[in-house]
């Protein structure tokens, strides 16, 4: 499944028309290119070509794609075909507070729609920080919802274990939030945590961290931009290759938006 759909209604009808993207519409990241083209030809009285260009987001999966291609009578069998074919894809729809919403479509769609943190259902904002994080390298155990003394996700790799508290507030979280999961840290026998935040920290919570680091306890601190950092470096693009797009957007599926006959 894909956040991305195409509607077969553009607003624009010629080929002329058709804008070219460096970056993406949604997130301002740099596009990636995937093309193919066979450099138009004569044969006898006619122009023979095929131009194939798709231009995608490599972090949330935002894409266009345009098609061109010239066929004289003898390639098309029945008649000459000028045809261009193209389409930019829109944002479906996400019920981010439904719990079964898939992960990775929850990822892409907050990487476009960011403000729409503070309506995730919980579970699926705890899913969601244990899947960026797993993309990040760690194995990890989301536990929120069994009871879990106040650690929402365990994070391990070969030299660390880290208890994870998340919180999807609109308010800042309070300097005595933080000395609650220090606290649930003690009870699971933890020395290192991270607590991750919808919203910001309040003043005095770096002093508070640094406190904790003298006695042992390294407690690392997301806010939302931070977190929306390590969502962007979490993701992968979608496509490799022009045979990959085209495996889910086939070249007959694309709108037409320009075409001539010949015979």
């Known amino acids: 499944m894909s956040i991305w759909m195409f509607s077969d209604h553009l607003d624009f009808d010629k080929r002329e028309k058709f804008p070219k993207y460096e970056n993406c519409i949604y997130c301002k990241s740099k596009l ?6 066979i450099k138009p030809a004569i044969k006898g009285d006619y122009w023979h070509g095929e131009k194939i260009r798709v231009s995608f987001c490599p972090i949330c999966g935002w894409w266009t794609a345009h098609h061109e291609l010239y066929a004289p009578p003898a390639v098309a069998n029945v ?3 000028e045809k261009t074919s193209a389409a930019i894809s829109v944002l479906k729809n996400l019920d981010v507070a439904d719990i079964n919403s898939p992960i990775d479509e929850v990822k892409k769609f907050l990487l476009v729609r960011y403000e729409s943190r503070f309506s995730l259902h919980p579970r699926v904002f705890e899913e969601t920080v244990g899947s960026v994080f797993k993309s990040l390298g760690y194995h990890i155990q989301v536990t929120g919802y069994t009871g879990d003394d106040g650690v929402d996700v365990i994070l391990e790799n070969e030299s660390s274990k880290i208890g994870v508290q998340v919180k999807r507030y609109r308010n800042s979280i309070k300097v005595e939030q933080i000395r609650s999961l220090v606290g ?4 699971k026998g933890m020395t290192k945590g991270i607590f991750v935040s919808t919203s910001t920290f309040q003043s005095g919570a770096a002093n508070t961290v ?32 022009l045979e990959d797009f085209l495996s ?8 037409v938006i320009h075409r001539d006959s010949y015979y």
Do not use: M, W
């Not at 904790?212 to 950092?229: M, T, V």
């Not at 889910?248 to 709108?255: C, E, G, K, V, W």
């Open 210 to 241: 640094n406190r904790f680091e003298e006695k042992g306890y390294s407690i690392e601190l997301y806010d939302a931009k931070r977190f929306y950092d390590a969502l962007r470096l979490s993701q992968r693009p979608e496509y490799t290759s």
């Open 32 to 37: 990636e290119i995937l093309s193919h083209e």
């Open 184 to 187: 649930a840290l003690v009870l």
């Open 79 to 81: 008649e000459g075909v």
């Open 248 to 255: 889910d957007h086939p070249i007959n599926s694309l709108p």
